[in-house]
C-alpha cells in the first residue's frame, strides 16, 4: 500500500482558511468513507481531529471540517489561529482492517 | 480518560529483534482494536499493525513478514515484535487506541528507537 498524497505545505493568514487535500486510490480514499485527520505539533503525538469523513471528537472546534470527493479528501481549518500552525496528517482505511496513512502537510499561520 | 504507554529498549543493534509493550490504562484491552504506528525523525507516520483480541492481526503489508503484534489482557498490554531490525528502523513509535479499525482515538507520547551497533 502506497502513502497517500498530501501537499508538503499550506498556508494562510489569522482567520482566514487553508484547505489540505489527500488524494488516494478506489482502494482506500475513494473506496471507504474512513478518512481521519491528525494535527501534530513538534515533538508531540498526533492527535485526532476528523474522523470518517467529517465527523469532529468532541472538543475539537467546529473551525475543522472535512470532506470527500472521488479519491480525494479535504480538510478545512476556518478561522485560522496561531495554534493551528501543526502537521496535518490524512489517514484512510484500506481494506481488510488495513491503514494507510498520508505523507503530511506543515501548515503555517502567516 | 484512557492513557497510552510506550516501554522498551531505546537502543537495538541491527538485525535483531526490536520489541515494545504498550500498557492502557482507563480501557479494557480486550474491547478495542490497538495499533503500533512509527515516525523516523522529520518524516510521516506509517502504520504498522493493529491486534484486537476477538480477530486477531493485521499488518503492514511492507513489514507483515518481520512483525509480531500480542496481547496480555491479564496485564492490559499489548506489543510490538519487529525482527531483523536496519537503521531504517530507527524511529518513534506510538502505540494507539483505534476507533473500530478505521481511525486512531487516543496516542501514547512516542518512545524513540534507534537502531545503531
Known amino acids: 500500500q502506497s502513502a497517500l498524497t498530501q501537499p508538503p505545505s499550506a498556508s494562510g493568514s489569522l482567520r482566514q482558511s487553508v484547505t489540505i487535500s489527500c488524494t488516494g486510490t478506489s482502494s482506500d480514499v475513494g473506496g471507504y468513507n474512513y478518512v481521519s485527520w491528525y494535527q501534530q505539533h513538534p515533538g508531540k503525538a498526533p492527535k485526532l481531529m476528523i474522523y470518517e469523513v467529517s465527523k469532529r471528537p468532541s472538543g475539537v472546534p467546529d473551525r475543522f471540517s472535512g470532506s470527500k470527493s472521488g479519491n480525494t479528501a479535504s480538510l478545512t481549518v476556518s478561522g485560522l489561529q496561531a495554534e493551528d500552525e501543526a502537521d496535518y496528517y490524512c489517514?484512510?482505511?484500506?481494506?481488510?482492517?488495513?491503514?494507510?496513512f498520508g505523507t503530511g502537510t506543515k501548515v503555517s499561520v502567516l | 480518560q484512557v492513557q497510552l504507554q510506550e516501554s522498551g529498549p531505546g537502543l537495538v543493534k541491527p538485525s535483531e529483534t526490536l520489541s515494545l509493550t504498550c500498557t492502557v490504562s482507563?480501557?479494557?484491552?480486550?474491547?478495542?482494536?490497538w495499533s503500533w504506528i512509527r515516525q523516523p525523525a522529520g518524516k510521516g507516520l506509517e502504520w504498522i499493525g493493529r491486534?484486537?483480541?476477538?480477530?486477531?492481526?493485521n499488518y503492514n503489508p511492507s513489514l507483515k513478514s518481520r512483525v509480531t503484534m500480542s496481547v496480555d489482557t491479564s496485564k492490559n498490554q499489548f506489543s510490538l515484535n519487529l525482527r531483523s531490525v536496519t537503521a531504517a528502523d530507527t524511529a518513534v513509535y506510538f502505540c494507539a487506541r483505534g476507533g473500530g479499525d478505521t481511525y486512531f482515538i487516543d496516542w501514547g507520547q512516542g518512545t524513540l528507537v534507534t537502531v545503531s551497533s
Open positions: 491486534v484486537y483480541t476477538r480477530e486477531g492481526t
Open positions: 482507563g480501557a479494557p484491552i480486550s474491547s478495542y482494536y
Open positions: 489517514s484512510s482505511y484500506a481494506g481488510s482492517s488495513r491503514s494507510v
